[in-house]
């Protein structure tokens, strides 16, 4: 028997990077998995790259807006009836020097990186059953001051913390609350913000490993976060980077 037979995973930020390699990592376990994002066309390619037919439903889902979340909640009691994850993994990367950052910027990161993981999670308890894992996604970034991170890391943080106050608060249901803070992670948009092949090599230039991290090393990860192997792993973050942020390398 698969480990996550009979079992229903949401994804936010689930059509690309990590959340997709979580679903294939999901789905080879029996489980069936709900991505939910804000690019319709990147979902619809994810489901065919997937191709899980009845096992994967894709709903498009603006994280930062609760009606957005409202419909995405009856679409999976429609389909599945429950839950027994959740990876809030949807977010935004968003750089520059504070003086610089305006109101509209701050609304942006924050609504996406902590409001939408928030109410991801308070919009799912309905249907999230007893005993169920939730996995936040984090970043190293709360464990070094960066310049022009001010915004992003401070929304990072504030998604760690929400671990452990949320560990606590579930706790009575069985619920297990963990974060997951990725280091240099070769995704789209690490693509996009490293830019040059001469900036990814200068990244891992700061990784003891040697090497940047993969999607699937999150996957793996958030694997067993999810599943009953971590069944008395709660309130924690575990840092996956290879010890960027606790090592140097030689």
Do not use: C
């Given at each position: 028997m698969?480990?996550?037979?009979?079992?229903?995973?949401l994804?936010?930020?689930g059509?690309?990077?990590?959340?997709?390699?979580t679903?294939?990592?999901?789905?080879g376990?029996?489980?069936?998995?709900?991505l939910?994002?804000?690019?319709?066309?990147?979902l619809?390619?994810a489901?065919?790259e997937?191709?899980?037919g009845?096992?994967?439903?894709?709903?498009p889902?603006?994280?930062a807006?609760?009606?957005?979340?409202?419909r995405l909640?009856?679409?999976?009691?429609?389909?599945?009836?429950s839950?027994s994850?959740?990876?809030?993994?949807a977010?935004?990367?968003?750089?520059s020097r504070s003086?610089?950052?305006?109101e509209?910027?701050?609304?942006?990161v924050?609504?996406?990186?902590f409001?939408?993981?928030?109410f991801t999670?308070?919009?799912?308890?309905?249907i999230l059953?007893?005993?169920?894992?939730?996995?936040l996604?984090?970043?190293?970034?709360?464990?070094?001051?960066l310049?022009?991170?001010?915004?992003?890391?401070a929304?990072?943080a504030?998604?760690?913390?929400?671990?452990?106050t949320l560990?606590?608060d579930?706790?009575t249901r069985?619920i297990?609350?963990?974060?997951?803070?990725p280091?240099?992670?070769?995704?789209?948009?690490?693509?996009a913000?490293?830019?040059?092949?001469?900036a990814?090599e200068?990244?891992?230039?700061?990784?003891?490993?040697g090497r940047l991290g993969?999607?699937?090393?999150?996957?793996?990860?958030?694997?067993?976060?999810?599943?009953?192997?971590s069944?008395y792993?709660?309130?924690?973050e575990i840092?996956?980077d290879?010890g960027?942020?606790?090592s140097v390398?030689?």
């Amino acid at each position: 028997m698969a480990e996550f037979n009979g079992k229903t995973v949401l994804i936010t930020g689930g059509g690309s990077g990590m959340g997709l390699a979580t679903a294939k990592r999901l789905l080879g376990a029996g489980a069936r998995v709900v991505l939910a994002g804000r690019d319709e066309e990147r979902l619809e390619k994810a489901v065919k790259e997937l191709d899980a037919g009845e096992d994967v439903l894709a709903v498009p889902t603006d994280v930062a807006r609760t009606a957005d979340l409202d419909r995405l909640v009856e679409r999976v009691r429609e389909r599945y009836g429950s839950l027994s994850g959740v990876f809030a993994n949807a977010g935004i990367a968003a750089f520059s020097r504070s003086a610089d950052v305006t109101e509209a910027d701050f609304d942006h990161v924050v609504g996406i990186n902590f409001k939408g993981v928030y109410f991801t999670i308070t919009k799912s308890l309905p249907i999230l059953e007893d005993g169920g894992s939730v996995v936040l996604n984090g970043s190293w970034l709360t464990h070094k001051g960066l310049a022009f991170t001010s915004v992003y890391a401070a929304t990072k943080a504030a998604v760690i913390s929400l671990a452990r106050t949320l560990a606590s608060d579930l706790g009575t249901r069985g619920i297990r609350v963990n974060a997951i803070s990725p280091g240099y992670i070769v995704t789209d948009m690490f693509e996009a913000v490293a830019g040059s092949e001469e900036a990814k090599e200068e990244h891992r230039g700061h990784v003891a490993l040697g090497r940047l991290g993969s999607a699937a090393d999150i996957a793996d990860t958030a694997f067993f976060l999810l599943s009953s192997r971590s069944s008395y792993i709660t309130g924690q973050e575990i840092v996956v980077d290879g010890g960027l942020t606790t090592s140097v390398p030689l």
